[in-house]
C-alpha cells in the first residue's frame, strides 16, 4: 500500500501537531509519509493584516491538495476562511486541545501584576484589542514569527510578556514557560482556536471515510458553531472577534453554550453576549448569536478595526 501523503507546514508546532495526526492515523492502519510545503504567511514577516490575513498559511497546502501533489492537509482550524474550499472537504477535527490564551511574562508575573506601561508582544488584533479592553495601561506590541521567536524577546527582554494560545505551546511540550492561562470572561479565544482540521479531496470518498476514525463529534460542533459566528459576522480570521463554545450535558441531551465577543481596536468598546441550544442546532446557534451581536452595535466596533 502506497503511503498517504500528508502536508504541513514546516514550523515546529505545525510538524508537531502533524504528527500527532499521522501517529492516529496509523492507528486506523493509514501509512502516511510528511510532505513540507511554504506557504505565503511563511516566507513573510509582514503582520497578518498586511498579508491578507485570512489564509495566508493555508492556501499552499490547499493549492498542492487540488494539483494531487498532497492526499490529505493539517491545518490549525482558526487559519481556515470560514467559506468552503471547492473539491476540498475537512474529513475530521480530531479531539481538540485547551483554546484558551496563556501569558508567558517575565519574573513570572500575571497580567495584572505586570506594571503599566510594560509591553506586551501579539501577532493577534483580537488578543491585542481585547487587553487593551481590560484598561490595564499595557503597550501592545505587534510581532510575527514562531513560538522560539516569540519566547525570545521576553528573555532578552524586549518584550515584558507574550500572549500566546495554550494549544500550541501544550504541542511543543513548553507548558512550563506559561505564567497564566488568561480566564476566557477577560480574554475570549478565537473561534476554532486550539482545534485542527483534516482536509483532503472530496473525491477521495474512501479516503474521507477513513479519515472520519479520527473525528471528535463534540470538538467539530464547537468548532462549527464558532465558525458559523464569525462567517455569520463576515469577519475574518484577523479580526477581533472572540468565540468559544462549551459543550455540556443536559436533561434534555448535550447543550452548547457559546459566547461571543467584538472589540474596537483601541478597546475602548465591546460587545459581548452568548447563546445556547441543542448540539444538533451548532451551526444555528452560531449564526444567531452573530445576529444579536450585529443587533446590539457590533458592526459600529468593525467600522474601526477594517
Known amino acids: 500500500m502506497t503511503p498517504l501523503r500528508v502536508g504541513t507546514r514546516g514550523s515546529a508546532l505545525a510538524r508537531s501537531q502533524t504528527a500527532v495526526v499521522v501517529a492516529a492515523m496509523a492507528e486506523l492502519g493509514l501509512k502516511a509519509d510528511t510532505i513540507e510545503v511554504v506557504t505565503h504567511g511563511d516566507r513573510s514577516s509582514a503582520p497578518l493584516t498586511q498579508i491578507g490575513g485570512t489564509g495566508v498559511f493555508v492556501s499552499a497546502l490547499r493549492d498542492a491538495l487540488l494539483a494531487g501533489e498532497i492526499d490529505v492537509a493539517v491545518h490549525s482550524y482558526k487559519d481556515l476562511p470560514t467559506a468552503p474550499q471547492p473539491g476540498l472537504v475537512v474529513a475530521a477535527v480530531p479531539l481538540r486541545e485547551d483554546p484558551r490564551d496563556v ?88 473561534p476554532a482556536q486550539g482545534a485542527l482540521a483534516i482536509e483532503c479531496r472530496a473525491s477521495d470518498g474512501e479516503l474521507v471515510a477513513q479519515l472520519a476514525g479520527l473525528d471528535h463529534a463534540d470538538s467539530r460542533a464547537a468548532v462549527l458553531a464558532e465558525r458559523e459566528l464569525l462567517a455569520a459576522l463576515e469577519a475574518g480570521c484577523t ?46 446557534i452560531g449564526r444567531r448569536l452573530a445576529a444579536d451581536l450585529l443587533a446590539d ?5 468593525f467600522g474601526s478595526t477594517r
Open 297 to 301: 452595535g457590533a458592526h459600529e466596533l
Open 103 to 190: 501569558l508567558v511574562a517575565r519574573d513570572g508575573l500575571t497580567l495584572g501584576e505586570l506594571p503599566t506601561g510594560s509591553r506586551i508582544g501579539t501577532g493577534s488584533p483580537r488578543r491585542a484589542a481585547q487587553i487593551r479592553a481590560l484598561g490595564l495601561g499595557l503597550e501592545m506590541v505587534p510581532i510575527r514569527g514562531n513560538v522560539d521567536t516569540r519566547l525570545g524577546k521576553v528573555v532578552s527582554g524586549e518584550l515584558d510578556a507574550v500572549v500566546l494560545a495554550r494549544a500550541g505551546l501544550a504541542r511543543l511540550d513548553r507548558l512550563d514557560v506559561v505564567t497564566e492561562v488568561l480566564d476566557p470572561l477577560q480574554v475570549l479565544p478565537a
Open 239 to 284: 479580526a477581533p472577534v472572540g468565540g468559544l463554545a462549551v459543550i455540556a450535558d443536559d436533561d434534555d441531551g448535550p447543550e452548547l453554550f457559546l459566547r461571543g465577543s467584538v472589540t474596537a481596536a483601541d478597546g475602548s468598546d465591546a460587545v459581548r453576549l452568548s447563546a445556547t441550544g441543542p448540539v444538533t442546532e451548532a451551526a444555528a
